[in-house]
């Protein structure tokens, strides 16, 4: 027969075990408040507070307060100015902005006239989230007294850029590179360490003269060949089943996802580290993902996270990595120009390291 007492036995076991391993436990209430946190603050799809850029060719009365009017929706913050064309389309490929606000030199012509749209959004498309939040901005009022072209609904004509189709693969393809390797690289450096001591090989590297940075170097190097396989196979897939393209350099994809790899092979390293077991490094490595993939802008548009939201997603990998694949697959951008966010990359592999360093000792506990 069932015995009660020798359930209850048990059951009081296990949650003394459970007591004990604190890891587990934080795990208990830290991931439910952690995905609480994330999915009711920072997520939003109500997109506001674009990047924009303005060239007011025109520089008149009504065009400067067109441009306030614009700023003023909340949709769009203006965070520079140029005096063209060509320099707001510089400024979205290298992705400094989202949107780029053309007033044309004949503008208060077309206003009078009514024949044609008084002026064009420039908009990086590649996500159609924010194309379809830009295109609220179609309607904006030509002045403060509503003035507008009479035979035209439209202030603003709408150009899409890298994705007039709003095919949601052109976004998700390269965004997948960095989640991949993420899942991969992160989970399985997190259990180089915990499985040499399990396994009884920290003995055996006691005797040998390696040093702690020789073997945390010797660790990652085999996981950065499987990165770049990993890169090629996405990369193949997409261009083969969703047609989507790399238009800038396929040597640059290659150099940002290397330096991108080694930084997630960093903090895998430093998970197995403070992991005492197998199950343990599992753990501590899917808390780091949750954050980085909601955060990063590959599920969800960055400009629409709260301001807290994005400070914290910054000092995540996986944001900047998103920014530099999709800038060179998609607007066919160079190294150079998104080198903004490869240096945060090389700064994360080195802290990581540093710390994976310190805190590994080269002994059986």
Same mark, same amino acid.
């Given at each position: 027969?069932?015995?009660?007492?020798?359930?209850?036995?048990?059951?009081?076991?296990?949650?003394?075990?459970?007591?004990?391993?604190? @890891?587990?436990?934080?795990?208990?209430?830290?991931?439910?408040?952690?995905?609480?946190?994330?999915?009711?603050?920072?997520?939003?799809?109500?997109?506001?507070?674009?990047?924009?850029?303005?060239?007011?060719?025109?520089?008149?009365?009504?065009?400067?307060?067109?441009?306030?009017?614009?700023?003023?929706?909340?949709?769009?913050?203006?965070?520079?100015?140029?005096?063209?064309?060509?320099?707001?389309?510089?400024?979205?490929?290298?992705?400094?902005?989202?949107?780029?606000?053309?007033?044309?030199?004949?503008?208060?012509?077309?206003?009078?006239?009514?024949?044609?749209?008084?002026?064009?959004?420039?908009?990086?498309?590649?996500?159609?989230?924010?194309?379809?939040?830009?295109?609220?901005?179609?309607?904006?009022?030509?002045?403060?007294?509503?003035?507008?072209?009479?035979?035209?609904?439209?202030?603003?004509?709408?150009?899409?850029?890298?994705?007039?189709?709003?095919?949601?693969?052109?976004?998700?393809?390269?965004?997948?590179?960095?989640?991949? @390797?993420?899942?991969?690289?992160?989970?399985?450096?997190?259990?180089?360490?915990?499985?040499?001591?399990?396994?009884?090989?920290?003995?055996?590297?006691?005797?040998?003269?390696?040093?702690?940075?020789?073997?945390?170097?010797?660790?990652?190097?085999?996981?950065?060949?499987?990165?770049?396989?990993?890169?090629?196979?996405?990369?193949?897939?997409?261009?083969?089943?969703?047609?989507?393209?790399?238009?800038?350099?396929?040597?640059?994809?290659?150099?940002?996802?290397?330096?991108?790899?080694?930084?997630?092979?960093?903090?895998?390293?430093?998970?197995?580290?403070?992991?005492?077991?197998?199950?343990?490094?599992?753990?501590?490595?899917?808390?780091?993902?949750?954050?980085?993939?909601?955060?990063?802008?590959?599920?969800?548009?960055?400009?629409?996270?709260?301001?807290?939201?994005?400070?914290?997603?910054?000092?995540?990998?996986?944001?900047?990595?998103?920014?530099?694949?999709?800038?060179?697959?998609?607007?066919?951008?160079?190294?150079?120009?998104?080198?903004?966010?490869?240096?945060? @990359?090389?700064?994360?592999?080195?802290?990581?390291?540093?710390?994976?360093?310190?805190?590994?000792?080269?002994?059986?506990?």
């Amino acid at each position: 027969m069932l015995s009660l007492g020798r359930v209850f036995a048990i059951a009081r076991k296990e949650a003394l075990q459970l007591r004990r391993d604190r @890891l587990t436990f934080a795990m208990v209430f830290g991931m439910p408040i952690m995905q609480l946190l994330l999915f009711g603050y920072a997520i939003n799809q109500d997109v506001r507070h674009l990047s924009a850029g303005v060239a007011d060719l025109a520089a008149t009365e009504r065009s400067r307060s067109l441009i306030a009017d614009t700023q003023a929706s909340q949709v769009v913050d203006v965070v520079s100015t140029v005096h063209s064309a060509e320099a707001l389309e510089d400024q979205l490929r290298a992705g400094e902005i989202v949107v780029g606000i053309l007033i044309p030199r004949d503008f208060e012509r077309r206003v009078a006239t009514g024949d044609r749209p008084a002026a064009q959004l420039l908009v990086d498309g590649s996500d159609p989230v924010v194309l379809s939040a830009a295109q609220l901005l179609a309607d904006m009022p030509v002045s403060r007294d509503g003035i507008r072209s009479a035979a035209n609904d439209s202030t603003f004509e709408v150009r899409a850029y890298y994705n007039p189709e709003r095919r949601s693969s052109l976004q998700i393809v390269p965004g997948l590179v960095g989640v991949i @390797l993420t899942m991969t690289m992160t989970l399985f450096t997190a259990v180089a360490i915990v499985r040499e001591r399990e396994r009884g090989n920290l003995e055996m590297l006691i005797t040998t003269p390696v040093r702690t940075p020789e073997l945390m170097v010797g660790k990652i190097l085999p996981y950065m060949l499987i990165g770049m396989m990993q890169v090629t196979l996405v990369l193949a897939v997409g261009a083969t089943l969703f047609d989507v393209p790399v238009r800038g350099s396929v040597i640059d994809v290659y150099s940002a996802s290397l330096i991108f790899v080694t930084a997630t092979l960093g903090l895998g390293l430093l998970v197995s580290t403070l992991a005492q077991t197998q199950f343990q490094a599992f753990q501590l490595a899917f808390f780091t993902f949750l954050p980085q993939i909601l955060l990063s802008g590959f599920m969800f548009p960055f400009d629409g996270m709260p301001r807290a939201a994005k400070w914290l997603a910054e000092l995540l990998p996986l944001t900047h990595f998103v920014r530099v694949i999709r800038g060179i697959t998609l607007r066919g951008a160079s190294l150079s120009e998104v080198g903004r966010d490869l240096w945060p @990359l090389a700064v994360f592999f080195l802290a990581t390291m540093t710390l994976a360093t310190i805190r590994f000792r080269k002994r059986l506990d």
